[in-house]
């Protein structure tokens, strides 16, 4: 049963829905809603069918269905303050849901409340394997119990399929406590097993070769990283490096950070393993988490124009910071959304700007020529 609090929070979230939607559907009726929903849902309109389902729920408040939807609805528009009233119901209705399970531990792990998580998996409040077996080791490293944690981490690696998780994971948990010399024995190999790092990975290590002291090897690392593209982050990075500047380790510094990781790596593994709308959700968790988290941002943008979601995409983009050195990708990824959703004046003068500030940057004028060209 729901409490009173959670029936008013509910109610509350439920009334300012709909009091956003057109005057008109009131008169479709419950059924009409949720069809409604479900057309808005095939077509990845998300924000029509939080509004649609939500409009359903007035009706219907005990339906799992239709809370689930609009739970999932609000969490593919990035409002996790809207999904957690909806998850908390379908937990207090006994309702096995991993996209309420997603919203729910999220939740917590914003709040730092990792006994209450740990205590959740100990019940059987399961997302999935590989998701839960990464949740409780970050959890444990935020409780201080970096021993259990490091187990966990490595019951994760022993796992079928999911060693390299685990691994990297571990490497990262052991750099944001200090210990970086067991986090370059991983991400070097050293320790005997070859982990194949991903872009935001490699920044992970060269950081941890940075703080090691070993200044000449970290600079290999970003030209080798680099070799055959010019990337402005890598160059900075090196840059900093070489000048012997103090580059702190910062992909991941508390266990909060490390749960946005883990859900952008699960994110950044799916594409082509699962649909872009599954894949979403996950990827939606990482900024959110941890607003700072750039490569989230840009993987959910692009994730958001696969869905053909080219507005929604625009605004995602714009969420990356001008100083940034990837604002530049986003710039980019800005202009062909905008080219997908035909405000081809619009695209060109994004290119046409970021020209002016990216002007060395040869990839930029290319696509602006092709732009042109098109015309």
Known sequence: MLNRFSRLAITTALALTAASLPAAL??????????????????????AAAQYFSRALIRDTENPTLIENAASAYLSMGDLDRAVPLATRLTEMEVESQIAGLIAYADLSRKGDWQTIIDNLDDGRSVGPLYDGLLRAWALVGLGRMGDALEQFTAVENARGTQAFGLYHRALALASVGDFEGANAIFSGEDGTQLRLTPRGTVAHIQVLGQLQQIDTAVERVAAAQRGRLDPFLSNLGDRLAAGEDVPFDVVTSATDGIAEMHFSIANALPGAASAGYTLVYARLAPILRPDHVEGVLLTADLLERLERYGMATEVYDQVARDHPYFYIAEMGRAEALKQADQTEAAIEVLTQLGETHSDLPLVHVALGDTLRRL
């Not at 009131?26 to 924000?47: K, P, V």
Request: charged share 20%; hydrophobic share 25%; proline share 0%.
């Open 26 to 47: 009131s008169a479709e009726g419950n059924a009409g809603a949720y069809l409604a929903g479900r057309q808005a849902g095939s077509d990845n309109d998300y924000s």
